[in-house]
């Protein structure tokens, strides 16, 4: 005699901004109603002909997201490999059945999620369940643009603790992590070139560099393009797949500013020849809006970089290139509202263009 689920989060990697839908009921007895905790989030239901149902997105999208898509990992000399805690989340689910002879059953899930998202079109290959890198892809191939001199890491989501081998299949090299379960960030570079880290061990070449991570029981193939040192504007955005995409805008771009007075006092108090002003404002309100483009991208590029338009978190990163950063020199930023092309089937290549408002400017007002 048991609580029965009749249905539940199906897979080993679960996406918390997607439904989480549980149905369940009793095979002895009549339910009268039930307790569902999730963490520490309670919630009381009745049921519908014998069954409950419960959606239970809201609560752990709570629970996964309590740093609001914040990023605060520091990369120190020589640290290559860190496991990000801000990206998954082990949820315990408690029911609790209350039968109307006065019983009580009771049942506990253990679910894992990342912060994930997945749409009602999926992309039509099989993804992997043991080692997945996170970030939007056309096919298996996961395609990373690397821009030397800013930070830069590959996400890898593993269903359990393992080693990897990272081979450069260009240069024949090879480099060996240790991976926790849950997601671990490779950090390829954290903004100087001399800092004992990734390229340390492994050079990658300028261009397409494919490394194959090899684990036990298969492989996963990453498509790593190498760019040059130069200046822009680098962003950092939330991506679908539940960790961080990066791109560097070209460094000519435009800007506006918007201003607006927030208020006027009356002054008109004295003759006209001891009149300076007849009103003075109390002050301005300011922002700047940026204007980038990405320059000519492939298919591979232009599937990471759509995702900036939805993307719930986006950073500018303050500091010039070749320089250790610290995770307070990205800044946060909006990309404006609107609407923008991002398919063209006549085109492989194609530049996106991205409007970002900054921060509002600190003002001066009047006192009184």
């Known amino acids: 005699m048991a609580i029965t689920i009749t249905e539940q989060p199906i897979g080993p990697i679960l996406n918390a901004y997607n439904n989480s839908i549980l149905r369940f009921g009793t095979d002895s007895g009549s339910p009268a109603r039930a307790v569902v905790l999730v963490n520490d989030q ?36 020589g640290n290559i490999v860190i496991k990000d805690y801000t990206l998954t989340a082990r949820v315990t689910v408690d029911i609790s059945v209350f039968l109307t002879n006065g019983n009580l059953e009771s049942k506990t899930l253990e ?31 996961k395609n990373l643009t690397y821009f030397e001199g800013y930070p830069f890491d590959i996400p890898i989501y593993s269903n359990n603790f393992r080693e990897i081998t990272i081979s450069n299949m260009l240069s024949g090299q090879s480099i060996t ?19 004992n880290g990734f390229e340390n061990t492994m050079p990658l070449a300028l261009g397409n560099n494919i490394l194959k991570i090899s684990y036990d029981g298969g492989e996963a193939m990453v498509q790593v393009n190498k760019k040059p040192v130069r ?54 309100t300011a922002g700047i809006e940026l204007s980038l483009n990405t ?50 089937t006549k085109m492989n290549m194609k530049r996106f263009e991205v409007n970002i408002e900054l921060p509002q400017k600190y003002t001066q007002t009047y006192a009184g």
């Open 42 to 77: 309670r919630s009381e239901i009745t049921p519908n002909k014998g069954q409950f149902y419960i959606n239970i997105k809201s609560a752990v999208k709570m629970i996964i997201n309590q740093d609001a898509f914040s990023d605060t990992l520091t990369v120190q000399n």
């Open 111 to 141: 679910l894992d999620y990342t912060k994930a998202v997945e749409q009602l079109f999926p992309e039509h290959y099989v993804k992997n369940n043991s080692i997945r890198v996170l970030s939007p892809s056309i096919d298996n191939i």
């Open 177 to 195: 992590f240790q991976l926790l379960k849950g997601v671990s960030r490779i950090f390829l570079s954290n903004g100087e070139n001399d800092n």
């Open 231 to 284: 200046c822009g504007v680098y962003l950092k955005f939330f991506n679908e797949e539940g960790a961080w995409s990066y791109w560097l805008f070209e460094g000519l771009y435009t800007g506006k500013i918007s201003h607006r007075t927030i208020g006027t006092v009356n002054r008109d108090y004295s003759n006209i020849d001891k009149t300076m002003a007849r009103e003075i404002i109390t002050g301005k």
């Open 295 to 344: 320059g000519i991208i492939d298919v591979r590029e232009q599937k990471v970089l759509e995702q900036i338009y939805s993307s719930a978190k986006c950073y500018m990163y303050s500091k010039l290139e070749l320089q250790p950063f610290k995770p307070t020199d990205f800044k946060a930023v909006q990309v404006k509202d609107g609407s923008n092309d991002i398919i063209n």
